[in-house]
């Protein structure tokens, strides 16, 4: 089987810091880029950022780029979302997702992933 499990979300102060770890299972995801979503209540999902199954690219919305920074240990089979700089407007639950679909492709609209996590809520306060 194949999972995703999300963690290292909590309370945070507005500028503050947080670091996201998705932990995979089952097959390895060394063949797969993999990223974050964040969804608020009564908001769409929206993308945060993707790394290719490398690590070798890196993409973010414009949202967080210069504070978030996406990363992956495939020896570990885990990615990390580094947040710094942290805003209110960052509350959100955050999931993490696979796919073999290049990261290129996950800032369209509308883009399909295979592989979800159940996501780990972040909040801001201000």
């Known amino acids: 089987q194949v999972h995703l499990v999300e963690s290292g979300g909590g309370l945070v102060q507005a500028g503050g810091s947080l670091r996201l770890s998705c932990a995979t299972s089952?097959?390895?995801?060394?063949?797969?880029?993999m990223g974050w979503f964040r969804q608020a209540p009564g908001k769409e999902r929206e993308f945060v950022a993707a790394?290719?199954?490398?690590?070798?690219?890196?993409y973010y919305a414009d949202s967080v780029k210069g504070r978030f920074t996406i990363s992956r240990d495939n020896a570990k089979n885990t990615v990390y979302l580094q947040m710094n700089s942290l805003k209110p407007e960052d509350r959100a639950v955050y999931y993490c997702?696979?796919?073999?679909?290049?990261?290129?492709?996950?800032?369209?609209?509308?883009?399909?992933?295979?592989?979800w996590g159940q996501g780990t809520q972040v909040t801001v306060s201000s």
């Open positions: 997702a696979a796919d073999l679909l290049p990261a290129t492709s996950w800032g369209s609209p509308g883009r399909e992933l295979y592989y």
């Open positions: 089952g097959r390895t995801f060394s063949g797969y880029a």
């Open positions: 790394i290719s199954w490398s690590g070798g690219s890196t």
